[in-house]
């Protein structure tokens, strides 16, 4: 079944509501994949950072914004809304491990010399309270743990801005040459 989101149905006059419209564009995914080109993981993070070359289209998706890149750490900000919202009244877990893993493999990614990429192996999520639009901006910071030659053990967390823990994750990944 598939639902036209920008119009309304009946009973359903919320949707009609401009402010719960939601379009966003990206910019071709070879541009930020060609930027990591000639550059070591932490030059390609902060380029991304600044702007220097485009994000990659989940960021668009999903609103959330690389805000902090240091040696074996990453950090995005992220604003929630209802957009990511699940059928419960609270962000999504989906949105909330996008977020997680995001964070924990771009720190990996500052750790790589040029020419050397990585992939997430696997990922465990720890939910530990809603994270609702009333949360307010939430902040989600990743850290390399233990940087092997073929693996890398990472970690993240996501918090309010009042510092409270809302979710944390471990990830390993593999090393590609």
Known sequence: MTADMTTPRTGDSALADDARRRTF???????????????TG???????????IPAPPIMALTGAELTRVDEGVAAFTLEPAEYHYNPIGSVHGGIIATLLDSAAGCAVH?????GVRYTTLD?????????????????CTGTVVHAGRRTVLAQAELRDADGALLASAT???????
Do not use: H, Q
């Open 25 to 39: 564009t990206w910019r071709d995914p070879s541009e930020t994949a060609s930027g990591a080109v000639g550059r």
């Open 110 to 114: 500052t750790t790589l010399p040029a």
């Open 123 to 139: 990922l465990s999520v720890k939910y530990l309270r809603a994270v609702r639009v009333e949360t307010g901006p939430v902040v």
């Open 42 to 52: 932490i030059e390609f993070m902060r380029a991304l950072a600044a702007g220097d």
């Open 171 to 177: 990830s390993s990944c593999m090393i590609l040459v």
